[in-house]
């Protein structure tokens, strides 16, 4: 079983990575797409996606999830919050039966480096090479904020983001593997905690948050 990585978050959430191997009919026995995605490797990641939802909650009713008009899923009830999230041969998700949850997994490209001012102040750059150093690849750090923004992102659900202005890096503690960022958006100003976790192959980052 291609279960990658696993983790319960807290007595609420849980997440979990999946390297796709299967062919599509195994996830077309547990779940049906919600709409047609004609790719056939698209298709895969969004059918893995939705079965590792069932995965870590076997009640979770995938058959009742809607697409708000920002393109996020959602279940109408909000018997659970979730989050999913695709790169290459893999799909993440996340799940908590009480808090909102973004997750994002990113495969390391340089082409963080290449947009780099796009999503980060000059501020935020300085944090990300004076803590880093020469210890990690900063096509892997870049990667990783990006990831990290994308999370924030998907735990905000209602669209009309920027990533620069609206998602503030503050600090990042390489020994918890925890990054604090400033949240502002319609006057409302909160300071989150991701999560992060690096692979061989891949990052990811997560969040919680009422």
């Known amino acids: 079983m291609p279960l990658f990585y696993q983790q319960n978050v807290n007595s609420f959430t849980r997440l979990a990575i999946w390297h796709i191997q299967e062919p599509e009919a195994f996830f077309l026995e547990k779940v049906t797409p919600a709409r047609l995605v004609t790719h056939p490797h698209k298709r895969l990641q969004h059918l893995a996606g939705r079965y590792l939802l ?19 899923p959602f279940l109408p009830g909000e018997q659970y919050h979730f989050s999913i999230s695709h790169c290459g041969g893999y799909a993440a998700a996340i799940v908590s039966s009480y808090y909102h949850a973004g997750i994002d997994i ?39 904020l990006w990831c990290c923004k994308e ?60």
């Open 54 to 72: 069932q995965y870590l909650y076997p009640d979770f009713p995938h058959d009742e999830i809607a697409i708000a008009t920002t393109r996020k």
């Open 106 to 144: 990113e495969c390391y490209t340089d082409k963080t480096l290449k947009v780099k001012h796009k999503f980060l102040s000059p501020a935020e750059q300085e944090i990300i090479t004076n803590t880093f150093k020469k210890d990690t690849d900063l096509i892997k750090a870049y990667t990783l």
């Open 151 to 210: 999370a924030v992102y998907k735990w905000w659900g209602l669209g009309g983001i920027d990533f620069r202005a609206h998602i503030q890096l503050q600090s990042i503690d390489i020994q918890s593997q925890t990054i604090q960022m400033l949240f502002s958006k319609n006057e409302a100003q909160s300071l989150l905690t991701i999560y992060y976790n690096w692979q061989q192959q891949l990052c990811m980052a997560w969040l919680v948050n009422e």
